[in-house]
C-alpha cells in the first residue's frame, strides 16, 4: 500500500490531519512507500517512526532542515531520498544516516554546501567518496562502526572539520 502526496506544495502535516492519518486503515494495514517529495516540508511529523514497515521513502525536493528522531531506525526502511531543494530559503545541515546498512553513500550528500553535521555510524560503509572534503561547512562527521579501511584524503580538506569519529572500523594505518 502507498500513498502519494507528490507535487501537492504542502508546508506541513498540521498534527491534527497527521494524527487522523495514522489512525487510517492505511497505515494500520502497514504502509510500505510514502512519496512527500516536491512539497514545501519544512519538518516531518515525528509519528513517521512508528511505520514499522514502511521500506521507501521519497522526501526529496523540500526544505527539511532535519529528520524526527528515530526515522533512520524503522527496521524495514531501506531507501531514503533525502535530495534537497535548490533554495537559499532552507538548507540541511544536519542528516543522521544512522543504524542501516548502507555499503555507500547518496553521491548527492556531496552536493549540500550548508552541510555542518554527518552522521554515519553504524552501517557497512566501505568507502567514503572524495567529494566529502568540498563540503566546505562540515564540522562533524561521524563514521564510527562502518567497514572503512581508508579515508580519502581530501577529506581533510575540509577546513571547518573539527570532529571526525573513525572509531571500530578496520582502518590500517595512522593518520
Not at 504502509?31 to 519538518?43: A, G, I
Not at 527539511?64 to 531520498?81: C, F, R, Y
Not at 542501516?100 to 567514503?128: F, G, H, V, W, Y
Request: hydrophobic fraction near 40%; proline fraction near 5%.
Amino acid at each position: 500500500m502507498s500513498l502519494c502526496r507528490s507535487v501537492a506544495w504542502l508546508t506541513c502535516v498540521p498534527p491534527t490531519h497527521a494524527q487522523e492519518l495514522y489512525t487510517t486503515e492505511v497505515f494500520q494495514q502497514g504502509l510500505q512507500w510514502l512519496n512527500l517529495s516536491d512539497n514545501e516540508l519544512e519538518t516531518l511529523p515525528d509519528e513517521l517512526v512508528h511505520l514499522e514497515k514502511l521500506v521507501w521513502l521519497n522526501v526529496s525536493q523540500n526544505f527539511l532542515s532535519a529528520l524526527p528522531t528515530g526515522l533512520l531506525h524503522i527496521q524495514s526502511l531501506s531507501e531514503l531520498i533525502l535530495q534537497g531543494k535548490k533554495s537559499t530559503r532552507h538548507t540541511m545541515i544536519y542528516m543522521a544516516l544512522v543504524g542501516n546498512r548502507l555499503p555507500s553513500i547518496p553521491s548527492d550528500i556531496c552536493k549540500l554546501t550548508q552541510l555542518a553535521k554527518l552522521n554515519l555510524k553504524c552501517n557497512k560503509l566501505k568507502e567514503l567518496p572524495g567529494e566529502l572534503g568540498g563540503l566546505t561547512n562540515l564540522t562533524d562527521l561521524d563514521v564510527s562502526q562502518n567497514e572503512l579501511v581508508t579515508l580519502p584524503p581530501a577529506l581533510f580538506g575540509a577546513a571547518k572539520l573539527t570532529m571526525l569519529n573513525i572509531s571500530e572500523n578496520r582502518i590500517q594505518y595512522a593518520i
